[in-house]
């Protein structure tokens, strides 16, 4: 039990808003809170009525507080979210955000504007369109334009290097201004049609292409008039299929659904009237919470990071939704309108939003529900006494030793933990030797774990046969890790996949499990992904070192020495046909330099 004296702590509290930070005993951060009043919603922690097993845990690690004192409730809201996303305290409903939002960007320096898959800080001059749900609905919106108003999407240089028309001209993707098929002005309509489109007026493109097509029938051109009837077609079926498409501005919608410790948030995006698609977020949870919980955890960390929309419809009605909407309404600069309980066809896109949460957070359910079956099928099978939790798998990638890199991947019963995932740059070694690699990694990860007290793992799978399974061994009893069963899969006569054998380090014999095998398909499963992982961070590193010189990893050497022995030389090639002796000659390079340069470049 902590020793914070929080009576006193209390006592001392202001009744202003602000933030409240919960620090354990080495000055971790355990949890960020924002209050109305400070001093009551701080005392209710330490009060035993109705706490949860999550609360209790959490006030019992409780070292220190500190506060943050705001002027007002959506300040703290949003330094509260700031916070949460920056630090990211263990006992926090957490977002799981990477990459940012994608938008559709048109140039406006070019005289031929360019329309692109754009993302990234908005700083370019031009129009940018979106934020798109994710790439696949930007990328086909794009799609769309090509064949509607065929405006290049090349880059630049592509571009101004062109003599003859693209494959896209040919497939009717493009108007080839780059070869002068288009003049200025109809290309700039073709742009001004693109940007209305994207900006919803699709109705209004619409008209006027039948006004177009009149005109042109008119004057007996059928073939330009079949081009509007063709663009019309196609705009009236994109319409229809925009069941926004009636209405303006920008709108949200967010729906969860949750079931136990596992909740699913959908966010629809609307944009200009135009429905950009939809997006999954799945927040970790420290325990089962309502779904109105996950609702306002959820709100306060993904508005830190995306664009506002004038109204936002949700499933559920947050905590503290007056102050959610200042902060809002503030970044967006007027006001936000936030609806929980919508009518008539807001009522049906916010039910479309319900509807894909919950199948959504079904299919991870179920995704769970098959990591624990076959977990469980591991234990029977392999006769385990207890049911594995976590699972490690190492392997070692190559090319004929150059750039050797080892893997390890986690996996549990919620599937692959990515972001525990490490992997290792061997060196040291002699180029090729699989077991020295294995070795080194594997007592470099239990080392680590060891010293920082990490979980260890409660199954090790080495991808290898005999020799690297008894190399682990020794690494796990010199360490003294024990617990750990250890299992390698030995790959069979021609390395026919299916087919391979395990081997049990412990009960010390085989095992060759049926191919239908739910335990078998996890193994296969693990081990697939070591090997993926491990190939992936391989061709990173030799990539890199092989666009550095072996030279400049040599201690002593600087600049002006590698340059002397380049033109002593006549390169790489000369150096590495040179004895010790020959290298000794070249001014500024003594014997023990030239040992170590000679052993650097035939080690490379």
């Known amino acids: 039990m902590s020793q914070f004296d929080h009576k006193q702590f209390i006592h001392t509290l202001t009744s202003s808003p602000g933030v409240y930070r919960m620090l354990d005993t080495q000055g971790r951060l355990l949890y960020v809170g924002k209050a109305k009043n400070l001093k009551k919603r701080v005392a209710a922690y330490f009060s035993k009525n109705e706490r949860s097993l999550r609360i209790a845990r959490m006030v019992s690690q409780t070292a220190n507080i500190e506060i943050t004192i705001t002027n007002t409730e959506s300040e703290a809201l949003l330094l509260e979210s700031n916070l949460i996303k920056q630090h990211r305290p263990r006992y926090n409903i957490l977002l799981k955000d990477d990459k940012s939002y994608p938008y559709i960007f048109i140039s406006s320096k070019h005289t031929f504007p360019q329309i692109s898959f754009y993302r990234g800080s908005r700083s370019q001059k031009g129009k940018y369109f979106g934020p798109y749900a994710n790439a696949g609905a930007a990328r086909d919106a794009l799609n769309l334009l090509q064949k509607v108003f065929k405006v290049r999407q090349c880059d630049d240089y592509f571009f101004s290097h062109r003599n003859r028309p693209c494959l896209q001209y040919q497939i009717s993707r493009c108007s080839a201004p780059c070869v002068g098929f288009i003049d200025v002005d109809s290309y700039r309509k073709e742009v001004e049609s693109a940007v209305k489109f994207l900006e919803g007026n699709s109705y209004e493109l619409i008209t006027r292409y039948i006004c177009d097509m009149d005109q042109a029938s008119a004057d007996l051109d059928y073939e330009k008039a079949a081009q509007f009837r063709d663009r019309i077609e196609l705009l009236r079926s994109v319409s229809e299929q925009q069941y926004v498409s009636s209405q303006r501005g920008d709108v949200d919608i967010v729906a969860v659904a949750s079931e136990g410790e596992i909740a699913c948030v959908q966010v629809f995006n609307i944009r200009a009237g135009v429905n950009l698609g939809n997006k999954s977020y799945f927040p970790k949870l420290p325990e089962a919470m309502s779904e109105k919980k996950v609702i306002t955890a959820f709100l306060g960390q993904y508005y830190i990071a995306h664009s506002v929309p004038q109204e936002i419809i949700l499933s559920h009605r947050p905590d503290g939704i007056r102050p959610l909407q200042e902060m809002l309404s503030n970044k967006l600069g007027k006001k936000v309108s936030i609806t929980c309980y919508p009518r008539s066809e807001r009522a049906r896109w916010l039910d479309i939003a319900r509807k894909n949460a919950v199948a959504t957070m079904q299919g991870k359910i179920a995704s769970k529900a098959g990591f624990l079956q076959r977990f469980e099928a591991m234990q029977d099978e392999l006769g385990f ?220």
Not at 575 to 585: D, H, M, P, Q, Y
């Open 385 to 604: 006494d207890c049911l594995p939790m976590r699972i490690e798998c190492f392997d070692v990638s190559h090319t004929k030793g150059e750039a050797t890199v080892a893997s390890c991947v986690v996996f549990d019963h919620d599937g692959p933990r990515k972001t525990e995932y490490r992997h290792f740059n061997i060196r040291g070694i002699r180029p090729g030797d699989d077991y020295a690699a294995m070795h080194q990694a594997l007592m470099r990860r239990y080392t680590r774990l060891k010293k920082d007290e990490g979980r260890v793992p409660d199954v090790l799978v080495i991808d290898g046969g005999r020799g690297h399974v008894e190399k682990a061994k020794a690494v796990l009893n010199e360490l003294q890790v024990e617990g750990v069963a250890l299992i390698g899969v030995a790959k069979a006569a021609g390395r026919r996949a299916g087919d391979e054998t395990l081997i049990l380090a412990d009960a010390g014999k085989t095992v060759r499990l049926a191919r239908h095998s739910l335990a078998f398909h996890l193994i296969q499963q693990i081990r697939d992904e070591a090997h993926r992982f491990a190939i992936t961070s391989h061709r990173k590193r030799r990539t890199r070192s092989r666009t550095t010189s072996p030279l400049e990893s040599i201690p002593g050497l600087g600049p002006k020495r590698r340059q002397n022995l380049l033109k002593h030389f006549g390169g790489m090639r000369g150096i590495s046909r040179a004895g010790v002796e020959e290298l000794a000659k070249v001014p500024g390079i003594g014997k023990n330099l030239a040992e170590a340069i000679y052993q650097k470049v035939h080690t490379f």
